[in-house]
């Protein structure tokens, strides 16, 4: 993906992705590479729900939003 980028000659670009996405691979490329980037990712995930423990309380779910399997 970060190759991909390189070829087009895109610079300071910020990446949207789905949980598709995401793999400890690609988000350490994203960050040795200063990439900005929003990531979707699993909430049944134990780390996932660990980092956002501190702040769980202001999280919630929007109104109108479709759950996707």
Known sequence: MLEDLN???YSKVKLV???GFFS???IN???KNHVKFLISVKMSL???RKGLECCGK???KSQG???HA
């Open 24 to 26: 400890e691979s690609n």
């Open 17 to 19: 992705m789905d949980r």
């Open 58 to 60: 202001g999280i919630r």
């Open 7 to 9: 070829i087009l000659r």
């Open 65 to 67: 939003t479709t759950k």
């Open 46 to 48: 134990a780390f996932i």
């Open 29 to 31: 490329d994203l960050y």
